[in-house]
């Protein structure tokens, strides 16, 4: 499998995946089977794993550990 964007060589690795979801939430999954192109890091998940990431966040599950995600906006620090 070749990717569209760069043409490069997509290698099977295990990464940590980011889903926004709505405005304010953002759900981390790690030790996620994925394709990840070796030159341009475009990510394809693998059909099973996007499945189980939609089906976890439509289950509202507790997660296994909470992260703080601080947000800063730039319109004040460029002003
Ligand atoms: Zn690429």
Redo the contacts with the bound molecule.
């Keep these: 499998m070749q ?1 569209a ?4 060589e997509f290698v099977k690795k295990t990464i940590t995946y980011d889903q926004p979801w709505g405005d304010n939430e953002l759900y981390i999954f790690e030790n996620v089977p994925a394709l990840v ?1 070796s ?4 990510v394809y998940l693998e059909a099973k794993a996007s499945q189980a990431i939609d089906a976890i966040i439509q289950s509202r599950r507790e997660p296994k550990k909470y992260k703080k995600v601080p947000v800063f906006s730039l319109e004040e620090a460029l002003a």
């Design positions: 990717c964007d760069c043409g490069g192109c030159q341009c890091d475009a």
